[in-house]
């Protein structure tokens, strides 16, 4: 298991819909969202994620799929 820090951000396409709902139900990871602001308009959220590598990159990988920007804010 690792940890990872990501930046999710939202284009507001997104804005409405359950991305972190769908995220959890598809990949075997543990989230904890340190920070967010999400509006009609837009969101970004800061998440520490853990998880085996592979599982977090798929997830990654999905995310951006689906339109959201990731950043990688560093391993813990």
Do not use: C, H
């Not at 990871?29 to 590598?53: D, F, H, K, M, S």
């Amino acid at each position: 298991m690792v940890t990872r820090n990501l930046r999710l951000n939202y284009p507001p396409i997104l804005a409405g819909r359950p991305i972190l709902q769908d995220l959890i139900r598809s990949f075997d990871l543990e989230l904890n969202v340190r920070q967010a602001q999400i509006t009609l308009e837009e969101g970004w959220l800061e998440a520490t994620v853990e998880g085996a590598p592979e599982e977090i990159e798929s997830a990654i990988a999905w995310l951006e799929n689906e339109g959201v920007k990731v950043d990688r804010l560093g391993d813990l």
